[in-house]
Structure formats: structure tokens, C-alpha cells
């Protein structure tokens, strides 16, 4: 992968890391206010400006993509829309550490190596292939450790995984589940989109502008999604009220920047996927996905979460981290060995 697409990928993993930060600094809100609008800010400020902007030509774009992979891509956006919502309630299911490191561990899952076997089966028994499977591998044992050190950060709490036998665990985990498979489907509208791009390509849009035609359908759906459940679980908890708080006209300046981060960390992520040629998806998106979970735990540090924690938790991250790490670099090989 080009050493540009690379810092765009990791560039788009720290905006992804960075854009629910918003939530912790809007504590009069209800998550579904700040999330809700956050949505909206996506929505509204990104798909059709970016597309705008940068393809004045995208109608006859659309005329000229294949209609499959306008409605696939559409439904794609949709089921990442609804990804985002199980993650929600998987996490209030089997709490933060199991449902965390489940959900993120099918996220990688099946956001790469599922394309992979179905796009370009052929290199699995190739070095790029395994590299791969590693790569995920020492990912998930990241994944792993991280949660391990949430758990010993917090030895009060009780995880809901105590009640695995109760239906409670059983509706959890089909939650997480649902996350983990619904929230790839983000890199899926990006591969199998691929037609859009192309045409927009054809019609004389710049590459690095290409993949918006496809970003502008995707972030419509998803965000659309989001909006609507989340002005209908305000509607039906009474909390639309909390948007005339007094001294809260500053969170919907977080709220916009919680919009811009999480679309534009997509756009940039895309932009670097695209510079890494048939595979850049595919290997870029578990990168991606370990810089964003990185820099959350960074801004937790930042943020003063870990102080005063035990120093066999602080230790277990750190270890946790370095795993992380090693596994871009895994990554990193495992895509230039596919070139």
C-alpha cells in the first residue's frame, strides 16, 4: 500500500477513535440527543456537500452504474446504520469488556476476511492470506488483553456475562452479533460499490473523488437510520426537552464536530483504501479499525480514566496496546505481499 493511502488509513482510524467523544462532554444530554443529532450533523453536512463539491457530474454517474450496486450499497449503508445501534445494546447486554472485544472482533472479521474469500479467495493459501489471518488474529488477542484491563480497572463493577445462563446473555449476544456483521457492511458498501466508482471514474471525476458517489448513498442510509431510532427513543422517553437546557448551546458544536469526525473519518479512510489498489479494502479496514480503538483508550488516558487505577491494569493494557500494534505492522506486510 502507498505510504499516502497508509497515513490516510490511520488518519481515518484517529477521527473514528475521536468522534463519540462527545458523548462524555454532553452530560445533560441523553445519549440518544447527543447521538441523534450527531447523526443528523452527519447527514446533513457531509453526503450531499461532499458529492456536490467534488462530482458535479453525479447524476450521470448514477445513470451510468449499474443499478445492483446502487441498491447494494444502499442497503449496506442502512445495515451499518442498524450495526450502530446493536452495538448500543449489546454493550448494556453483556457490558463493556465481553461486548466490546466481541463486537470489534466480528467487525475485523467479517469486514476483511470475508470480503477477501469472497472477492479474491485464491490468496488465502498465499503469504498475503495467512499474513492476514494473523494479523486479525493477534488483533483479537489485543482485543483480548484490552478487555482484560477494563475488567481489572474497575473490579467493583459486575459484568453481565455472571448471569451467561439467563436469557439476558442470550439477547446480548445475538445483540453483538448483529453489531459485529452489521457494522462491516460499511466496508462492503465500499467493495462492492466498486461499479459507482468506476463510472464516476468514466465520467471524468478525479480518484480521489470517486469513491464520494459511493460514500454519498452509504452515510444517507446509516445516518438516516440513526436519526430516526434515535427521535423515536427520545419521543418515547420524553427527553427531547433536554435540547433547551439552559448552558447547553455549546454541545451542539460538539455535536457537529461528532458528525464531521465520524463521515470524514469514513471519506478519509475510503480515500486511503482506494490508493491501496483491489486489496486496499480489505487490509486497510482491520487497520483502520485498531488505530480508532487505540486512540479511545489514548483519550481515556488523556482524560484522566486510568488514574489511580491499580498498575497491574495499567500494565495489561499497555500490553494490550502493543499487540494492537504489532498487528498493523502484520497487516501492513500482509498487504504488501498481495501487491
Known amino acids: 500500500m502507498h505510504g ?15 468522534f463519540s467523544l462527545p458523548v462524555k462532554l454532553t452530560p445533560k444530554w441523553a445519549w440518544e440527543n447527543i447521538w441523534g443529532l450527531g447523526s443528523l450533523a452527519a447527514l446533513v453536512l457531509v453526503p450531499l456537500p461532499l458529492l456536490l463539491l467534488t462530482m458535479p457530474q453525479f447524476r450521470s454517474v448514477y445513470a451510468a452504474a449499474p443499478t445492483w450496486a446502487i441498491v447494494s450499497t444502499l442497503l449496506f449503508g442502512a445495515g451499518w446504520g442498524l450495526g450502530g445501534i446493536f452495538f448500543g445494546l449489546g454493550v448494556a447486554e453483556l457490558g463493556l469488556s465481553l461486548g466490546t472485544s466481541s463486537i470489534m472482533g466480528l467487525i475485523a472479521i467479517s469486514g476483511s476476511v470475508v470480503p477477501l474469500l469472497l472477492e479474491h479467495h485464491g490468496q488465502m493459501p498465499g503469504s498475503g492470506g495467512i499474513a492476514l489471518l494473523a494479523g486479525i488474529g493477534v488483533m483479537l488477542l489485543g482485543l483480548i488483553v484490552c478487555s ?33 456483521l452489521l457494522s462491516a457492511l460499511v466496508n462492503f458498501a465500499l467493495i462492492f460499490g466498486a461499479p459507482i466508482t468506476r463510472a464516476a471514474t468514466d465520467a471524468g471525476a478525479p480518484p480521489s473523488a470517486a469513491n464520494n458517489a459511493i460514500w454519498a448513498i452509504a452515510f444517507a442510509a446509516n445516518y438516516l437510520v440513526n436519526v430516526l431510532y434515535c427521535l423515536y427513543l427520545a419521543r418515547k422517553k420524553g427527553t427531547l426537552g433536554k435540547f433547551k437546557l439552559p448552558a447547553t448551546g455549546h454541545y451542539w458544536l460538539y455535536a457537529i464536530a461528532m458528525g464531521l469526525l465520524w463521515a470524514g473519518g469514513i471519506v478519509i479512510y475510503g480515500l486511503g483504501a482506494s490508493m491501496g489498489g483491489t486489496y486496499g479494502p480489505v487490509f486497510g479496514f482491520p487497520m483502520m479499525l485498531i488505530v480508532s480503538i487505540l486512540t479511545a483508550n489514548l483519550t481515556g488516558v488523556l482524560l484522566g480514566e486510568w488514574r489511580g487505577v491499580a498498575t497491574v491494569a495499567k500494565r495489561t493494557m499497555q500490553v494490550g496496546v502493543v499487540l494492537m500494534m504489532a498487528a498493523i505492522v502484520i497487516l501492513g506486510y500482509a498487504n504488501y505481499w498481495t501487491q
Open 4 to 18: 499516502i493511502g497508509a497515513a490516510l488509513i490511520l488518519l481515518g482510524g484517529v477521527m473514528e477513535g475521536l
Open 148 to 180: 482484560r484491563a477494563g475488567s481489572l480497572k474497575m473490579p467493583s463493577q459486575n459484568d453481565a456475562t455472571s448471569s451467561a445462563a439467563g436469557p439476558s446473555f442470550l439477547r446480548g449476544a445475538l445483540y453483538c452479533l448483529a453489531a459485529g
